[in-house]
């Protein structure tokens, strides 16, 4: 069994990975990407005031754990036709790591 989640890693893989098209904090301005505050449990494609592709907009997805696990490990091919350019993060304990900094920067 792997490590459990680290937040303080997974603080680094958004700064490093993420953080030049998205922002976590409520309030945070739209990017390349859309800010993420309050993203979790709410369908995909919902940031008020951003323009998500209608890939993103009909997938039906509620994220959460499950879903941004597998979402994060290869974007394109978890929502075809997505206009969201990462390549994917390819190793199970950098998407636990990430998925926890989320959890806890972006919940209201």
């Not at 994220?63 to 978890?78: R, S, V």
Request: net charge positive; with cysteine; proline share 5%.
């Amino acid at each position: 069994m792997g490590k459990g989640p680290n937040e303080k890693k997974g603080g680094k893989i958004f700064k490093t990975k993420c953080s030049q098209c998205h922002t976590v904090e409520e309030g945070g301005p739209h990017k390349q990407g859309p800010n993420l505050y309050g993203f979790f449990g709410r369908q995909s494609g919902q940031a008020d005031g951003y323009s998500y592709s209608s890939a993103n907009k009909k997938s039906g997805i509620t994220w959460g754990d499950d879903t941004l696990f597998d979402y994060l490990e290869n974007p394109k091919k978890y929502i075809k036709g997505t206009k969201m350019v990462f390549a994917g993060l390819k190793k199970p304990q950098d998407r636990k790591d990430l998925i926890a900094y989320l959890k806890s920067s972006c919940s209201a």
